[in-house]
């Protein structure tokens, strides 16, 4: 008997008969482990002792020719990995490249080695497998290279030049703001400056401008500028100049109020808030902009107008704005402004929230290309990548492996040390499977499921795509990764690394610092289930994980937040069952975290491959009212998981509800008079994969029982299908439940619907089409 509703959602045993690289890249793998000892062969002799150096040469005439770099290793250990960069004459475009792949902004390069020839003994060089690139437009010599940030042929850096004209633009009680003119470059462009006192470093600026902070009034400062160039070499520093701060005692008339302060541009994360001048006897040297009684953000006197970030969606926020003069006098707050930013997803309408599994690319054939041509990908809001795996051993998000699970559902350690980096970023799809119709190169640091979602960003931009962790599997260490606030705080660091940041690990020549960067726009947490023995067997879990998911929330939300830029999404899966949630989700102080809380709508009853759960009575998976002929003891609805959320107080706004795009299926069930609905059975009917019994996706299932007659149960709100006295009985959503669903999230203004999975529907995308429809504010 079922404690509660289940959700097995699995990677399948890895497909061994990958075929991963194209064309000439399956013959260049077979010379990788020669590559090592042929790499200095036949290279020239000379290399600049101690440093890492790229030498230019080109062959050809007129406008065809082409250009190769050979890097070269002078120093005296392996060096693994290099990139080069370059600018280009003008007028050249690159044609075509081998033994490396290149990205091209205008004239600039930047071009990295192919799995094979990234690394480089000591001593030895590239040659004769060297970046080399075919160009047309006027044969000449690239200018501007650097070879893994240094300059190619191994010289010292020259430093930027000291900074001129610099000023004191500004002086106040406790500031001293200095502009300047520019630092000529050096071999480097400037990316910043520092502004010192007595040798120490007290501001520093992106910009020709800087503020120094913290100083007495009425005292005599000096103050020098140095520029720093964008690979850390500092400059001389410029001229000194001395200022001094304002005596207060000379002013005590604090400015007027700033008036009108009023709301501009909106998002999910920002406000840009503006307002016209104070006054005040002497000047206004400042503005200072509070949220209550804190503040926020200030702006110098001559700009009235500022843009706050790190804004929680769907929240209200009040502002005001007090003006500050050169004595740092306060003026009386302005009038107050109240904004409400916009919600994370949805915008006031309905949201679609859809997984895209990581092995759907297997046996199920269905690649994130069929979110385009279904038309799904123009009609959801969020997709979900399932799953993320927790590293056993060092509790941090794991990739870059590619381990199967065991082939047996309940072996407790099923899951530990599983993934596919082959199937994320390894796999180099064929032109038929791609999204943008272009082959992947089976050379590319970027390839698999992540670059095809990056090429449906491309397409789509408003579309969002958060990584999934956990999932039935993978949950087994989420109690150990949030259990103290040391593992919280490195596991959502590990994370964000890893698929915020996109540095994703070595696997096959793919992977890399920042290859995956701009792909993942948040996390979605599929813990289950926290503090509940009902999860998947050998599952940890603890009396104190309600608490720790909370922290764990809240740890991801901070350091989300902290990255800056646009808002990144945190979802969860949630659960249906009053018993887990009391077990393991403190509904409330989650939510404070969470943007989307998709809650189960599904797996309430079911029989799986093992026959543990119950293969001897049928039941409705997916009801959105309870059945009063149900006979078992728990009575579970979508309307009733919902009810427990709204009653919580959490918000409508936050909440979607699971639909199914798969059906759960009994066998040798008996009729009863009712078309099967409740009856015995006798364990799990065949499935769709056969280690997946009692379960097919919907286009899998209508297409492919013979026999189904589908019924609906208006109470309820279920479907089923029935092969006849003694036959296949089925649970699943289609086309007229999905309807009612649809009208239901509507009258409860919920934020939407989430869908396990997407390769479950027809080729055209029925059900979602009907969930659009039915989302259609």
């Known amino acids: 008997m079922s404690t509660g509703p289940r959700l097995r959602r699995s990677p399948r045993t890895l497909d061994r008969t990958r075929r991963r690289l194209a064309g000439a890249v399956a013959g260049v793998a077979a010379m990788a482990l020669a590559l090592a000892g042929l790499a200095g062969l036949g290279a020239p002799a000379a290399q600049a002792a101690g440093a890492v150096t790229a030498e230019f040469s080109s062959t050809g005439s007129g406008s065809s020719w082409t250009g190769t770099y050979v890097v070269k290793n002078g120093t005296a250990a392996a060096v693994s990995g290099w990139t080069l960069e370059f600018d280009l004459p003008a007028g050249v475009t690159i044609t075509g490249?081998?033994?490396?792949?290149?990205?091209?902004?205008?004239?600039?390069?930047?071009?990295?080695?192919?799995?094979?020839?990234?690394?480089?003994?000591?001593?030895?060089?590239?040659?004769?497998?060297?970046?080399?690139f075919t160009a047309s437009g006027p044969m000449g010599t690239p200018t501007g290279c650097l070879v893994n940030g240094d300059k190619c042929d191994g010289s010292p850096a020259v430093p930027p030049h000291a900074p001129t004209g610099v000023t004191v633009a500004d002086a106040t009680a406790h500031t001293v703001t200095l502009r300047w003119t520019a630092a000529a470059v050096g071999d480097f462009p400037v990316a910043s400056y520092d502004v010192l006192r007595a040798g120490a470093v007290v501001a520093s600026s992106a910009t020709t401008s800087a503020t120094v902070q913290g100083l007495s009034p009425a005292t005599a400062y000096q103050f020098t500028v140095r520029a720093k160039d964008s690979r850390g070499n500092t400059g001389e520093p410029s001229a000194p100049v001395t200022a001094t701060t304002f005596d207060p005692a000379s002013d005590t008339v604090p400015p007027t109020a700033p008036p009108n302060l009023r709301a501009g541009a909106v998002t999910s994360s920002t406000v840009q808030l503006s307002w016209d001048a104070a006054t005040d006897n002497n000047r206004v040297a400042a503005y200072d902009i509070y949220q209550g009684s804190t503040p926020v953000a200030t702006t110098p006197a001559d700009t009235r107008t500022a843009t706050l970030t790190g804004l929680a969606p769907a929240t209200a926020y009040t502002f005001t704005v007090k003006a500050r003069d050169l004595a740092d006098n306060p003026s009386p707050a302005s009038g107050a402004v109240t904004v409400t930013t916009l919600e994370a997803v949805g915008n006031g309408g309905y949201a679609?929230?859809?997984?895209?599994?990581?092995?759907?690319?297997?046996?199920?054939?269905y690649f994130v290309r069929n979110l385009d041509t279904s038309g799904a990908a123009a009609k959801l809001d969020v997709i979900n990548y399932a799953f993320g795996n927790v590293d056993p051993v060092n509790l941090t998000c794991l990739n870059g492996v590619t381990k199967g699970t065991t082939a047996d559902p309940e072996d407790p350690d099923q899951g530990d040390g599983a993934g596919d980096a082959e199937a994320d970023y390894g796999r180099a799809f064929p032109a038929s499977q791609s999204v943008n119709g272009q082959a992947d190169d089976g050379w590319g640091k970027l390839r698999g499921n992540f670059n095809q979602l990056k090429e449906l960003k491309a397409k789509y931009p408003e579309l969002k795509v958060v990584m999934s962790l956990g999932g039935w599997t993978y949950s087994k260490y989420f109690s150990d990764v949030a259990a103290t606030d040391a593992s919280r705080k490195k596991f959502v660091s590990s994370c964000i690394d890893m698929?915020?940041?996109?540095?994703?690990?070595?696997?096959?020549?793919?992977?890399?610092?920042?290859?995956?960067?701009?792909?993942?726009?948040?996390?979605?947490?599929d813990w289950e289930w926290?503090?509940?023995?009902?999860?998947?067997?050998?599952?940890?879990?603890?009396?104190?994980?309600k608490a720790d998911l909370t922290a764990l929330l809240a740890e991801f939300r901070r350091q989300l937040d902290a990255l800056g830029g646009e808002h990144k999404l945190l979802t969860a899966f949630t659960p249906a069952d009053p018993n887990k949630i009391a077990a393991g989700w403190d509904l409330p102080q989650v939510s404070k975290s969470l943007d989307i809380e998709n809650i189960q709508g599904y797996d309430f009853h079911g029989s799986g491959s093992d026959n543990s759960w119950e293969p001897a009575r049928t039941g409705s998976q997916a009801n959105l009212y309870p059945d009063p002929a149900s006979p078992y003891p728990h009575d579970f609805s979508v309307d009733g998981a919902v009810q427990l959320y709204l009653d919580a107080g959490i918000s409508p706004r936050k909440l979607t509800i699971g639909l199914p795009f798969y059906g759960r299926g009994w066998q040798q069930v008996t009729?009863?008079?009712?078309?099967g609905v409740w009856q015995?059975?006798?364990?799990?009917?065949?499935?769709?994969?056969?280690?997946?019994?009692?379960?097919?996706g919907y286009n899998n299932l209508v297409t492919s029982v013979p026999g189904l007659t589908v019924y609906h149960d208006d109470q309820s709100v279920a479907t089923y299908g029935y092969t006849g006295n003694g036959g296949q009985w089925w649970s699943f959503d289609d086309s007229w439940s999905i309807a009612e669903k649809a009208a239901y999230i509507k009258s409860k203004h919920l934020l939407g619907a989430m869908i396990w999975e997407m390769s479950g529907d027809t080729p055209s995308g029925t059900l979602l089409n009907t969930l659009s429809t039915g989302l259609t504010p």
Not at 352 to 365: A, L, M, N, T
Not at 680 to 696: D, S, V
Request: hydrophobic share 30%; net charge negative.
């Open 97 to 132: 490249e081998t033994y490396g792949t290149s990205t091209v902004s205008g004239s600039h390069v930047v071009a990295s080695p192919a799995y094979y020839n990234s690394t480089i003994p000591a001593g030895g060089s590239t040659y004769p497998y060297s970046y080399t």
């Open 352 to 365: 679609k929230v859809g997984y895209f599994v990581q092995w759907g690319i297997y046996g199920r054939q």
């Open 499 to 525: 698929y915020i940041k996109g540095n994703l690990p070595s696997y096959e020549g793919a992977g890399g610092p920042g290859v995956a960067a701009g792909i993942f726009d948040g996390f979605d947490i």
């Open 530 to 545: 926290p503090g509940s023995p009902d999860g998947h067997p050998g599952n940890h879990y603890a009396a104190a994980d």
């Open 671 to 675: 009729d009863g008079g009712a078309h």
């Open 680 to 696: 015995p059975a006798n364990g799990a009917a065949p499935g769709q994969f056969a280690e997946e019994a009692g379960t097919r």
